[in-house]
């Protein structure tokens, strides 16, 4: 079965750091692109970043850019989001998703919340 | 970046109804549209790609259709298990992928 599950989500103050994680399981990690998509509570969907196979090529949401890092660890069968200068608008369930090409996203993770509050 | 409008944000229908939500995309996007089911406290789940393909797995009373800037997607008679929220997706134009704002569907 095909799985993907986050971690590392939590409760940070405003300019705060934090890396979130999503193992991937039941398929050949290596062979897909993956993604970070966002929910902010109540809200809609928002595409966050993007991470080709072999990692070789990364795109931001321009409101994340410069402050997110994507990378992936393809021996561990892993994604992460490195969250920096974190602010109250991050604040959002994050979703990783598995790239189905072209660039539909399933399946999705089950999601961490992330909340950015003093 | 491509801006998708979905109407309406909500719907309320009663078991068996017909239901129609409609995508707009600001410039033409061929057939690159998904739609996804989100039910609350889940994950979206992928239903339609390339506008009309049904994904494996999801009931044949949903259906798409569309091209270019003008998309629907149709719950031919809604179950219970259906009322959840809708969204669109363009991948025609990258970056950035681009979700529509959403359509609510609830029971009446």
């Known amino acids: 079965e095909v799985q993907l599950v986050e971690s590392g989500g939590g409760l940070v103050q405003p300019g705060g750091s934090l890396r979130l994680s999503c193992a991937a399981s039941g398929f050949t990690f290596s062979s897909y692109e993956m993604n970070w998509v966002r929910q902010a509570p109540g809200k809609g969907l928002e595409w966050v970043s993007y991470i080709s196979s072999s990692g070789s090529t990364i795109y931001y949401a321009d409101s994340v850019k410069g402050r997110f890092t994507i990378s992936r660890d393809n021996a561990k069968n892993s994604l992460y989001l490195q969250m920096n200068s974190l602010r109250a608008e991050d604040t959002a369930v994050y979703y990783c998703a598995r790239t189905r090409l072209p660039l539909w996203f399933d399946p999705w993770g089950q999601g961490t919340l992330v909340t950015v509050s003093s | 970046d491509i801006q998708m409008t979905q109407s309406p944000s909500s719907v309320s229908a009663s078991v068996g109804d017909r239901v129609t939500i409609t995508c707009r995309a600001s410039?033409?996007?061929?057939?690159?549209l998904a739609w996804y089911q989100q039910k609350p406290g889940k994950a979206p789940k992928l239903l339609i790609y390339?506008?009309?393909s049904l994904q494996s797995g999801v009931p044949s009373r949903f259906s798409g259709s569309g091209s270019g800037t003008d998309f629907t997607l149709t719950i031919s008679s809604l179950q219970p298990e259906d009322f959840a929220t809708y969204y669109c997706q363009q991948a025609n134009s990258f970056p950035p992928v681009t979700f529509g704002g959403g359509t609510k569907v609830e029971i009446k």
């Open positions: 390339a506008a009309s």
């Open positions: 410039q033409g996007i061929s057939s690159w």
